[in-house]
């Protein structure tokens, strides 16, 4: 008499078959997620230095924005990425800096806001992050390149 089927030994195998394969596979798949969010998080933090050259950029273009000497600090904490500065009043075509209505910028850009950290943007336009910190991970900045390396 023929029987169909597999034994119990055969189904044992291709189970521990798998189980192996499964042990194996895991932890590079997981590394390969891990490598992609961090260059997802570098990328993001690169988007805000972009984003805080374009508002220097724009700013400069609409003159609607005074810099402070010790620059616009931009606070970032998880929902946005922040200044406030003083009203600017424009008197006989030149602007001034009025303390009666404070106003809050925001910075635009694509990707998850910063969880903590800063960005400051200077008078002479160039920008400097302070502790930028995405998904609780601290961005590495490199002060040759301008631009963050990992995150």
């Known amino acids: 008499m023929k029987r169909k089927g597999f034994t119990l030994v055969e189904l044992l195998a291709v189970i521990v078959i798998l189980g192996l394969l499964a042990l194996i596979i895991t932890p590079i798949i997981f590394d390969v997620l ?71 910028y925001q910075l635009s850009f694509t990707g998850t806001v910063p969880s903590s ?16 910190a995405i998904d609780s991970h601290l961005c590495v900045y490199d002060n040759v390149m301008k631009v963050f390396i990992s995150c």
């Open 117 to 132: 950290g800063s960005v400051i943007i200077y008078s002479d336009g160039s920008v400097a992050p302070k502790n930028l």
């Open 34 to 104: 891990d490598k992609n969010r961090g260059k997802a998080r570098t990328e993001t933090a690169n988007r805000v230095l972009d984003a805080a050259k374009y508002f220097f950029a724009t700013s400069m273009i609409e003159q609607d924005v005074i810099f402070p000497t010790e620059g616009l600090e931009f606070i970032c904490n998880k929902k946005v990425c922040e200044a406030t500065i003083g009203n600017v009043v424009k008197e006989d075509g030149i602007a001034m800096l009025s303390e009666e209505k404070p106003i809050v």
